[in-house]
């Protein structure tokens, strides 16, 4: 079993659209958790923190459940520029990657 | 936010030479770097962390002597892979977290090796 799973999608919705992506992670002695985004053939960079009081930024809203060791990512009202894919990200000493979702904005 | 980068972004080499990639922390000093490999449709893979003044760990099924890592100075780690095969053509990246291990991390922009 992975330490860290999610859906690899492709997620296609439309522009305007409200998408969430899940993730389930194994290791409880996990510390820190992350949204990344990574575009085709870039590096990642960090979407936002995730806590699990919850936490929102502009149009995304982020989601722990440690009881549950689920995490979740919403995005409301999509653009075109948020086409990529999405990585959730456990931290101990070192980042562990789920294989990301792949999100498609279509017009 | 911090700045990590890597050289070079793009490198194409024969088989069985080595080929050296630095990573380097901007505007930060960092005691811990991780190394991460990306094969195509696939995520990163952690594959070492490099430690400023001693010895890089290794994660499993690495092989840390084909795989070369000095961590030089508070600003510096170098990944050195050498006899390099066409099975290692990948994506490597490094990073670097400003706050210390376990923190978010700053990656760098990546160096894509292709082995002929």
């Known amino acids: 079993r992975k330490e860290v799973e999610q859906d690899p999608g492709p997620f296609n919705v439309p522009e305007g659209a409200t998408v969430a992506f899940n993730c389930t992670y194994s290791?409880?002695?996990?510390?820190?958790f992350f949204w990344y985004r990574q575009d085709c053939r870039k590096e990642p960079k960090l979407l936002m923190s995730?806590?699990?009081s919850g936490n929102e930024d502009g149009r995304f809203t982020a989601q722990l459940n440690r009881a549950s060791q689920y995490i979740s990512l919403l995005i409301r009202d999509s653009k075109l520029s948020d086409s990529a894919t999405y990585l959730c990200?456990?931290?101990?000493?070192?980042?562990?990657f789920g294989s990301g979702t792949r999100l498609q904005v279509q017009p | 936010g911090a700045v990590v980068s890597q050289h070079p972004s793009r490198v194409i080499c024969k088989s069985g030479t080595s080929v050296k990639i630095e990573c380097r922390s901007l505007?930060?000093?960092?005691?811990?770097m991780f190394w991460y490999r990306q094969f195509p449709k696939q995520s990163l893979m952690l594959m070492a962390t490099?430690?400023?003044?001693?010895?890089?760990?290794?994660e499993q099924g690495v092989e840390k002597d084909k795989f070369l890592i000095n961590h030089a100075s508070l600003t510096l780690s170098t990944l050195t892979v050498t006899s390099a095969h066409p099975e290692d053509s990948s994506f490597y990246i490094c990073?670097?977290?400003?706050?210390?291990?376990?923190?978010?991390?700053?990656f760098g922009p990546g160096t894509r090796l292709t082995v002929l």
């Open positions: 995730v806590y699990s």
């Open positions: 490099s430690n400023e003044g001693s010895k890089a760990t290794y």
């Open positions: 290791n409880s002695a996990s510390q820190s």
């Open positions: 990200v456990v931290s101990r000493r070192a980042l562990t």
């Open positions: 990073s670097a977290p400003p706050g210390g291990a376990g923190f978010e991390q700053f």
């Open positions: 505007d930060f000093q960092a005691t811990t």
